[in-house]
């Protein structure tokens, strides 16, 4: 497995307002990925964040509400713009780091509350 | 229908119980399958990856079956520890993995 950690681990934000979550992998991965767990839902995929060119979107999310850096291979950032309550929610980057196995290792998460 | 579909119980077992969990998918095109654990408040964690010829780690055994479509795990002589949500995962070959919603285990003394 890979030591993922995220920054920051939770926050109370106003609406309008904007959070960037970071993530730090301890070696190099090929794929990360940002996820979003929804209280008492399961994890859906945001995005996989790709090593310098621009992130590649799952449907119902966009480059401009979630905004994505990844610019090395073991730093990656995700913004949530312009949020709103319905943004409240724990943010999750993982990560893959044998493409022939599909096994990812999940960061500890962040809790966003927007007010 | 969702892709990936788990009875979200809870399964309330008595600690030593033998407790089972299926999951269907209905993607035939997916190709990897994992049981990932999560503990309340905190992230998913990667219990086993399930094999078509089934696969065993201590006292949790995964199948698959990609003739019916379902993945199963099989936990026994559970204990208290293993109280968790078991999340059913498929990945198709983008790598994208799919979550089911989860299934809820409460073992009891």
């Known amino acids: 497995s890979a030591v993922i950690s995220q920054k920051p681990s939770r926050d109370i934000c106003q609406r309008g307002t904007s959070l960037t979550i970071q993530c730090q992998v301890d070696?190099?991965?090929?794929?990360m990925f940002w996820y979003r767990q929804q209280p008492g839902q399961s994890l859906t995929l945001i995005a996989t964040?790709?090593?310098?060119?621009?992130?590649?979107?799952e449907s119902g999310f966009v480059i401009d509400k979630f905004p994505i850096s990844r610019p090395n291979l073991t730093f990656s950032t995700l913004t949530v713009s312009n949020m709103s309550p319905e943004d409240s929610s724990i943010y999750l980057c993982?990560?893959?780091?044998?493409?022939?196995?599909?096994?990812?290792?999940f960061g500890p998460g962040t809790r966003l509350t927007v007010t | 229908r969702k892709e990936v579909e788990q009875d979200p119980g809870p399964f309330n077992v008595p600690e030593g119980a033998t407790v089972a969990f299926n999951c269907t998918y209905s993607?035939?095109?997916?190709?990897?399958f994992f049981w990932y654990r999560q503990d309340c408040r905190k992230e998913p964690k990667l219990l086993m990856s399930?094999?078509?010829s089934g696969n065993e780690d201590g006292r949790f055994t995964a199948q698959l079956n990609r003739a019916s479509q379902y993945i199963s795990l099989l936990i026994r002589d559970s204990k208290l520890s293993d109280s968790a949500t078991y999340l059913c995962?498929?990945?198709?070959?983008?790598?994208?993995?799919?979550f089911g919603s989860g299934t809820r285990l409460l073992v009891r003394p």
């Open positions: 993982s990560v893959e780091r044998d493409r022939n196995s599909y096994e990812q290792y």
């Open positions: 070696s190099q991965v090929t794929m």
């Open positions: 964040a790709n090593q310098g060119s621009e992130a590649t979107y």
């Open positions: 993607n035939s095109a997916s190709q990897s």
């Open positions: 399930v094999y078509s």
């Open positions: 995962v498929g990945a198709d070959s983008s790598y994208k993995l799919i």
